[in-house]
């Protein structure tokens, strides 16, 4: 992983990573702040920041936290939470959080608790903060349901702090 250094003249890029399935309901609200996203950043409100759609693959992940200073991932997660409810956490904050699953309903071919086993072997380990909202509908839909479309200008000014 490339480090940044006082002397570097920049970090390397900000990478925001949305995960879902736009086509099985309240799964695809990382995929719809990532369209947000990048509607807002076409207006110069973000530099230095990758866009990423990052669909359903966990595997793909590995590849886009290779050679990154700091990560914001998007994803519909179940952390306990109650439907609609968006939780914002650190990676290492999640081992802290003892007796509390963490599910993403998007990355079906490895769980996140598996990505960040292998990141670790990898030894990749950017500043990792994920942005999760629990779904409250997952079936076959192209539209998010009303309690998850309206939490979108919340999570997209999380991601803008975050970003500074």
Do not use: C, W
Request: charged share 30%.
């Amino acid at each position: 992983m490339r480090a940044y250094n006082k002397g570097d003249s920049e970090p390397g890029p900000v990478k925001i990573i949305g995960f879902g399935n736009i086509f099985m309901g309240d799964d695809g609200i990382g995929i719809k702040i990532i369209e947000e996203l990048k509607k807002v950043k076409s207006s110069g409100d973000f530099n230095n920041v990758e866009i990423i759609d990052g669909a359903t693959s966990g595997i793909d992940l590995l590849f886009n936290l290779s050679n990154s200073d700091k990560v914001i991932i998007i994803d519909a997660i179940d952390a306990g939470q109650a439907d609609g409810e968006v939780v914002k956490f650190k990676l290492n904050e999640i081992k802290s959080m003892e007796g509390k699953t963490f599910r993403s309903f998007s990355l079906h071919d490895l769980h996140l608790d598996e990505v960040f086993n292998l990141m670790s072997s990898l030894k990749i380990f950017p500043d990792i903060t994920i942005i999760g909202i629990k779904p409250k509908i997952i079936d076959y839909s192209d539209k998010l349901s009303y309690e998850i479309e309206r939490r979108i200008p919340e999570i997209i000014q999380m991601v803008k702090k975050e970003i500074k």
